[in-house]
C-alpha cells in the first residue's frame, strides 16, 4: 500500500488519475491538496468536480481512500501548519505533480508562479519525504529541447510562456535527480476525451486541440497544405492508465506519452464527412483569410491561433519516443486506435457541453390535416365527407362506440345526409396485417372512396394502412418493408375516442405480423388524415386504465422529442417542457376526475400537437424507447401504453449517460421543479424515480410478469430487432446488448 500525494487533483488529468487507481481496486490512500478556504469546501469541491465526471460508483472508495487537504502551490508548505505540512511529510511516499496552468494564452507571471515556483516547492516536499515525484510535463517541451535536454529557444511565439514555464520546472527536476531526487518526467501529448465515451475536461474552451476542432467544423474549410500532416489524440483515461504504471513501478527517467496512432487531417475531414459534418479544403494563404475574416464575427481569436500554431508545429518526439515504447510494451500497453467512432463521442461531448452547436434542421412544414376541436364538432362530419367522396367506409373496433353512443351520432349523421356507407368493425388494439387486408377487400369491394376512422390510434392506424394498400399491387406488409411505395391513398377522417397516440394528425400506422412476429409501421404523409374531428368528451366514455395509458404514450411521445442534443431549439425545448408537466398534472387529475372536461381537453390537446410535426421536424430525430415497446406488443399482444409504462422507469435509467445528464437534469428541474444548485447526477436520478411514480400513480404496471410475461424466451430476437431500429441514432441509442438487459429487467 502506497500514500500517495496528488497535487492537481481537481483537474482534469488528476481526476482520471484518482479513478483509475479506483479501477485497479488498490487499497493506496490518495491525500488530495485542493485550493480552498477550509477542509469542508475543499472535500465538497472535489466531490462535486469529481461527480461531473463520473457516476457515483466509487463514492464509498472516496470516502475510504481519499484525504483531502486543504493547500496551495503557490504559498509556502502549501499554506498549511508546520505541523500539518511534518505530518504529510511523515506519510508521503510518492508524489504525483499535475498541477499546472495549463493553457497556450495567459499573463508570464501567472504560468511562473504556479509552474515553476509551485513545482520547487513540491520538488523540496519529495526530497524532504524522501519520495518519488512524477512530474507531469507536456510535449510542447520538445521542439524547444535537443535530445541531451538543453534548451534551444526561437523565435517568441503566443505559446511560449506556457512551454517556457514547464522547460524550467524540468530543469529544476533534473538538477534535484543527480542530488537524489527520485523522479520521473512524462512529457504529455494533446490530452483528449476519455477513449470510452468521449468525455473531455470542464473548460473545454481553454483547449487548443479542441479549438481546432471547433474551427474545422464551423468554419467547414481545411488547408490544403495540412492534409498529409498529422493530429495526435491522446485519450485521457488511456494516459491516466500509464501514468499510474509508471506510477506503482517507479520508472526513472523522461517519457513521452505520445499517441504514435495519430490520424492525418485528410483521415479526420474524412471521419467529419463522414458524421455529417462537410469539409472543403482551401489553399493555405486563403484558409488563412478567410479565418481573419470570420475571427471578425464570432470565432474566438485565441482559438484561430491556436489553431493556426498547432498547424505549424513539429514535435521532436523521436528521441524520447522510442525508449517510452519499449518501456510501455514491457508492462504491456498500447494506444488506442484514433477511429471514426471514437472522433463520434468526442464530437457528442462537445455537443452536449453546448461547445459545439448542433444546428436546428431545415426544414418543410405541412401538416394537411385539418382538425375541428371541441365539444360537438362532429356535426360538422357530413360536410367534410361530401369534399372528399360519396361513399363511406365506416371502420371502427368492437362495440364500446354502440355502447356509449358515439356511434347512434355517426350513423344518424351519414342517413340525415344521405351518404352511403358500409361498415368494417372487429379492429383490435395492435392491429393485424390480416385485419388491414380484409379492410382493403371490404374497402374495394364496396368502391368505398373515403375511409371514416372512429376511435382510439389502433383503429386509426388501421385505417390508414387500408387506404395506403387499396390502389396499390403491393400487399400491406411491402408497404411497411418500403414506405417509398405509397402512392395513391383513400382519404381518411379520423373521429377521436381515445387519446394519446397522435395517430389522428400524423403520417405514421403501426402494424403487427403475427406470423413473424414483428412490429412495424408505414410512414408517410400520404396517409395523413385529411380531417380529424376531436371532441374531448368522447374520450371520457372509454375506461380510464385505457385513458391512462395514453397518457403514457404521449408522455414517450414528448421525452423521445426532448431528450436530444440540439441546442438551438429552445422554443420547442420549453413547449415540450410544458406540454410534460401538464401531462403530470393532468395525468393525475385524470384517476381522480376521469368525467373532467378540463382534463380531457388538455389531455387530448397535448397528445395531438405533440405529435403534428411541428417539434419533431426541427429536432434531430432520436426514437429509442417505441421501437424497445413494439417487440413487446408484436410478441405478447400487450396495450401499447402499459408497454411504454412498463419499460420507461429502466429505459430512462439506461439512456442515463454522461452525454445525457445534462438535458435529464434540464427535464428534472423545469419539467418536476427540482433544485437546480444540486448537481447534474443528482437531479438526473430524481427526475426518474418522479417519472416512475408518477406511473404508479396511473396505476400502470411494474413488471412484465404481473401482466402474464413470465420468461425472456423471445427477448433475443425482440433485442435485435429493436436494435435495428435504434441503430441509426446516436444521442439515445442502446447495444443490443443494453436492449436485452432492459428487457430482463421489467420481467
Known amino acids: 500500500m502506497d500514500n500517495i500525494v496528488l497535487f492537481g487533483a481537481t483537474g482534469f488529468l488528476g481526476m482520471h488519475l484518482l479513478y483509475d487507481l479506483f479501477v485497479r481496486n488498490n487499497n493506496d490512500i490518495v491525500y488530495c491538496i485542493v485550493r480552498e478556504k477550509n477542509i469542508e469546501r475543499a472535500q465538497k469541491k472535489l466531490l462535486n468536480i469529481f461527480h461531473q465526471y463520473f457516476d457515483h460508483s466509487f463514492d464509498e472508495a472516496i470516502s475510504s481512500q481519499v484525504k483531502v487537504v486543504v493547500g496551495d502551490l503557490c504559498k509556502e508548505h502549501f499554506g498549511m501548519s508546520d505541523e500539518d505540512y511534518y505530518n504529510l511529510e511523515k506519510v508521503a511516499s510518492k508524489v504525483i505533480h499535475c498541477g499546472a496552468v495549463v493553457k497556450h494564452f495567459g499573463k508570464k507571471n501567472d504560468f511562473y508562479q504556479v509552474n515553476v515556483l509551485g513545482t520547487s516547492k513540491v520538488v523540496e516536499f519529495c526530497q524532504e519525504a524522501n519520495a518519488y515525484l512524477l512530474y507531469i510535463s507536456s510535449i510542447a517541451v520538445i521542439e524547444r529541447m535537443s535530445p541531451d535536454g538543453k534548451c534551444e529557444y526561437r523565435e517568441p511565439n503566443l505559446s511560449d510562456e506556457y512551454a517556457k514555464s514547464k522547460i524550467k520546472a524540468e530543469e529544476m527536476i533534473i538538477e534535484c535527480k543527480e542530488k537524489g531526487l527520485r523522479s520521473s518526467i512524462i512529457r504529455v501529448g494533446s490530452l483528449a476525451g476519455r477513449y470510452i465515451d468521449g468525455g473531455f475536461q470542464l473548460n473545454i474552451e481553454d483547449n487548443s486541440l479542441y479549438a481546432k476542432l471547433k474551427t474545422i467544423i464551423q468554419s467547414g474549410y481545411l488547408p490544403s497544405s495540412m492534409l498529409k500532416k ?161 361513399k363511406v367506409l365506416l371502420v371502427y373496433g368492437e362495440n364500446s362506440i354502440k355502447v356509449n353512443g358515439i356511434y347512434l351520432q355517426i350513423i344518424r349523421q351519414l342517413e340525415e345526409k344521405k351518404i352511403d356507407y358500409c361498415e368494417y368493425s372487429g379492429v383490435k388494439a395492435n392491429p393485424t396485417i390480416e385485419l388491414v387486408e380484409k379492410g382493403v377487400e371490404a374497402c ?80 408517410s404523409q400520404k396517409v395523413i388524415p385529411k380531417v380529424s374531428f376531436l371532441d374531448p368528451k368522447y374520450t371520457s366514455f372509454v375506461p380510464v386504465s385505457l385513458s391512462a395509458a395514453g397518457v403514457v404514450d404521449t408522455i414517450a411521445h414528448l421525452m423521445e422529442q426532448y ?145 402474464g410475461i413470465k420468461d425472456n424466451t423471445h427477448f433475443d430476437i425482440m433485442s435485435e430487432r429493436a436494435y435495428r431500429k435504434n441503430i441509426s441514432t446516436d444521442y439515445l441509442s442502446l447495444s443490443k446488448a443494453e436492449i436485452y438487459a432492459l428487457y430482463n429487467k421489467v420481467l
Open 230 to 390: 498529422e493530429i495526435e489524440f491522446l485519450p485521457v483515461d488511456e494516459c491516466a492508465k500509464a501514468l499510474n504504471y509508471t506510477l506503482k513501478a517507479e520508472k526513472e527517467g523522461i517519457y513521452l506519452f505520445y499517441n504514435y496512432n495519430t490520424i492525418t487531417y485528410a483521415e479526420l475531414a474524412c471521419h467529419l464527412s463522414e458524421l455529417g459534418y462537410s469539409v472543403q479544403i482551401k489553399e493555405y494563404k486563403d484558409f488563412i483569410s478567410y479565418l481573419n475574416e470570420v475571427s471578425k464575427f464570432g470565432l474566438d481569436r485565441e482559438a484561430l491561433a491556436g489553431f493556426y500554431l498547432s498547424a505549424r508545429r513539429k514535435h521532436k518526439k523521436e528521441y524520447y519516443y522510442e525508449q517510452t515504447l519499449g518501456y510501455l510494451r514491457e508492462i504491456p500497453f498500447d494506444w488506442p486506435v484514433i477511429s471514426k467512432e471514437y472522433i463520434k463521442k468526442v464530437l457528442q461531448y462537445m455537443k452536449k457541453v453546448n461547445y459545439l452547436e448542433v444546428s436546428m434542421k431545415n426544414y418543410i412544414s405541412q401538416n394537411p390535416c385539418k382538425v375541428y376541436f371541441g365539444e360537438s364538432v362532429v356535426q360538422y362530419l357530413p360536410e367534410e365527407i361530401c369534399k372528399l367522396g360519396s
Open 563 to 707: 431528450f436530444q442534443d440540439t441546442v438551438d431549439i429552445q422554443v420547442q425545448n420549453s413547449i415540450m417542457e410544458c406540454m410534460l408537466e401538464k401531462c403530470f398534472k393532468y395525468g393525475r387529475r385524470l384517476m381522480k376526475e376521469p368525467k373532467s372536461y378540463e382534463v380531457r381537453t388538455n389531455l387530448m390537446y397535448i397528445s395531438t400537437y405533440a405529435m403534428n410535426g411541428f417539434l419533431l421536424k426541427k429536432k434531430n430525430e432520436d426514437w429509442s424507447l417505441h421501437p424497445i415497446e413494439h417487440q413487446l406488443s408484436a410478441y405478447y399482444d400487450i396495450t401499447h401504453g402499459v408497454g411504454i409504462a412498463i419499460l420507461m422507469p429502466e429505459w430512462m435509467n439506461a439512456i442515463f449517460k454522461p452525454q445525457s445528464y445534462r438535458k435529464i437534469y434540464e427535464y428534472g428541474v423545469h419539467v418536476w421543479g427540482i433544485n437546480p444548485d444540486l448537481n447534474e447526477y443528482e437531479v438526473g436520478r430524481l427526475a426518474i424515480k418522479k417519472t416512475e411514480q408518477f406511473l404508479r400513480d396511473l396505476q400502470m404496471p411494474k413488471s412484465l410478469s404481473s401482466i
Open 444 to 523: 374495394r369491394s364496396y368502391g368505398a372512396d373515403v375511409i371514416l376512422a372512429v376511435g382510439g390510434g389502433s383503429v386509426i392506424d388501421c385505417s390508414k394502412a387500408i387506404a395506403a394498400t387499396v390502389y396499390s399491387e403491393k400487399s400491406v406488409w411491402e408497404l411497411v418493408e418500403d414506405n417509398e411505395l405509397v402512392d395513391r391513398t383513400v382519404p381518411v377522417i379520423s373521429v377521436l375516442t381515445v387519446s394519446g397516440s397522435g395517430s389522428e394528425i400524423d403520417g405514421i400506422c403501426s402494424l403487427t405480423n403475427p406470423e413473424i412476429p414483428n412490429k412495424r409501421g408505414i410512414t
